[in-house]
C-alpha cells in the first residue's frame, strides 16, 4: 500500500532553516510528484510547491520563491523540503502528498502524516 | 488564482442525516475538482476527483457533482466517523487552491 512516512516534529528560531523528509513507499517513486502543503494551525490548506521524482523538475508558489528548496533522492524514494529564514508564520503542519499534474495543476491523492514546524525565539 | 468559496463554513448534523456541501469557484474549472476530508490531527484524505469520481475505497455514500463554477459533496448518510471538516480543491490552473473548508459537527 501507498505510504508517506514524514520526519518528526521541529523547533527552529526565528531566521533558520528547516529540513522535511517524505520516505515513500508502496509504488514505483520516480512515476509520480510530490508536493508540499501546508496547515497553519487553525487555518486552511496552503499549496508550497511540486517536485518531479522523475526528473527533479519543480515549481515553487510564487509566495515562496527564494525561501523554499525541494529535492528528492530516487535510491532512497525520499523526497525534501528545506524553509529557510525561518518566521513565526510559517509555524505550521508540513505535509508532503503524492501528486499528478492535471491540466495547470496538481491532484493530491495519498499523503504523509505530517511534520508540525514551530518558529519561535 | 483562482478563489475557492465553500458554503457553509460549519454544521451540525446528526448521524443518518443527508448532508450537502457547496463548493463555488471564481471562474470556470470544468470538472478539476477534489474534496478531501480531513479528521483533527490527521492528514487530509482524497475522497473524490474530478468532480464526481470516488477515490478507490471511500463508502459510496459520499458523492459528489457539478461542473464549470459549482459543485456539491453530498454524504448521503451521515455515520459518526463523517464527522470532519471538507475541504474543495480545484486543480485546474496554477495555483492549485484550496476552499477555507466546511467543519461537520454532531448535533
Known amino acids: 500500500q501507498v505510504q508517506l512516512v514524514q520526519s518528526g516534529a521541529e523547533v527552529k528560531k526565528p531566521g533558520a532553516s528547516v529540513k522535511v523528509s517524505c520516505k515513500a513507499s508502496g509504488y514505483t517513486f520516480t512515476s509520480y510528484g510530490i508536493s508540499w502543503v501546508r496547515q497553519a494551525p487553525g487555518q486552511g490548506l496552503e499549496w508550497m510547491g511540486w517536485?518531479?521524482?522523475?526528473?527533479?523538475?519543480?515549481n515553487y508558489a510564487q509566495k515562496l520563491q527564494g525561501r523554499v528548496t525541494m529535492t528528492t533522492d530516487t535510491s532512497t524514494s525520499t523526497a525534501y523540503m528545506e524553509l529557510r529564514s525561518l518566521r513565526s508564520d510559517d509555524t505550521a503542519v508540513y505535509y508532503c502528498?503524492?501528486?499528478?499534474?492535471?491540466?495547470?495543476?496538481?491532484?493530491?491523492?495519498?499523503w504523509g502524516q505530517g511534520t508540525l514546524v514551530t518558529v519561535s525565539s | 488564482a483562482i478563489r475557492m468559496t465553500q458554503s457553509p463554513s460549519s454544521l451540525s448534523a446528526s448521524t443518518g442525516d443527508r448532508v450537502t456541501i457547496t463548493c463555488r469557484a471564481s471562474q470556470g474549472i470544468s470538472s478539476y475538482l477534489a474534496w478531501y476530508q480531513q479528521k483533527p490531527g490527521k492528514a487530509p484524505k482524497l475522497l473524490i476527483y474530478?468532480?464526481?469520481t470516488l477515490q478507490s475505497g471511500v463508502p459510496s455514500r459520499f458523492s459528489g457533482s457539478g461542473s464549470g463554477t459549482d459543485f456539491t459533496l453530498t454524504i448521503s448518510c451521515l455515520q459518526s466517523e463523517d464527522f470532519a471538516t471538507y475541504y474543495c480543491?480545484?486543480?485546474?490552473?496554477?495555483?492549485?487552491?484550496f476552499g477555507q473548508g466546511t467543519k461537520v459537527e454532531i448535533k
Open positions: 474530478a468532480a464526481s
Open positions: 480543491q480545484q486543480y485546474y490552473s496554477y495555483p492549485g487552491t
Open positions: 517536485i518531479s521524482a522523475y526528473n527533479g523538475n519543480t
Open positions: 502528498a503524492r501528486s499528478k499534474r492535471y491540466s495547470g495543476s496538481y491532484l493530491f491523492d495519498y
